[in-house]
């Protein structure tokens, strides 16, 4: 039964061995990939500024040509003012989409290190458990033959006596075997 205990460890060492050779890598993905910077709001306020601009216009031809040339200045200059506007929410948007995805590459990592991790550690348990197996069955296969060896030895040397002779011959073996007592006076 130890042989086969030590040959059914061995198989279970090799299985264990080769799961964690061929473990793969969990697949995962970035909950921030497919985001995109939202244009809406931005066309939204760039279309109400060409309103006002043009309403602004219109309103600065009835002042004359003065009121066109002294207030064109201040109606492009209420554009450019919209325009970085709109330009730096987008950017901001952006930067968030990109803050995302970078903190969620992190997450990504850590779980797939921890699950590598946690694989790897229960392949291992089990390939030491099968070792050890192995070990305990091969130790028991060389204890069982140095009895029967054993066994044998006695039987070859008790050969042909009665059975009062035998029990004779194994206290007086096991009296040589005994340590010596020391005679105290």
Do not use: C, F, H, W
């Amino acid at each position: 039964m130890s042989a086969y205990s030590a040959y059914d460890a061995s198989q279970k060492k090799k299985k264990a061995k080769k799961a964690l050779e061929n473990l793969p890598t969990p697949e995962t993905s970035n909950v921030a990939d497919g985001l995109t910077v939202s244009t809406r709001g931005a066309d939204l306020r760039t279309q109400e500024a060409g309103r006002v601009s043009s309403s602004a216009i219109d309103a600065l031809r009835g002042s004359g040509a003065r009121g066109v040339i002294a207030g064109v200045g201040a109606v492009q200059a209420q554009n450019d003012l919209t325009a970085q506007s709109v330009g730096a929410n987008l950017d901001e948007q952006q930067k968030n989409i990109d803050m995302m995805k970078a903190n969620d590459n992190v997450r990504i990592q850590g779980v797939n290190e921890n699950r590598y991790n946690n694989d790897v550690s229960a392949l291992s348990s089990q390939y030491n458990s099968a070792q050890d197996a192995q070990n305990q069955g091969i130790a028991n296969t060389i204890q069982g033959l140095g009895s029967a060896g054993q066994a044998y030895e006695n039987s070859r040397s008790t050969k042909g006596m009665t059975p009062d002779q035998k029990i004779e011959y194994e206290r007086l073996k096991n009296l040589n075997k005994s340590p010596a007592k020391s005679n105290r006076g």
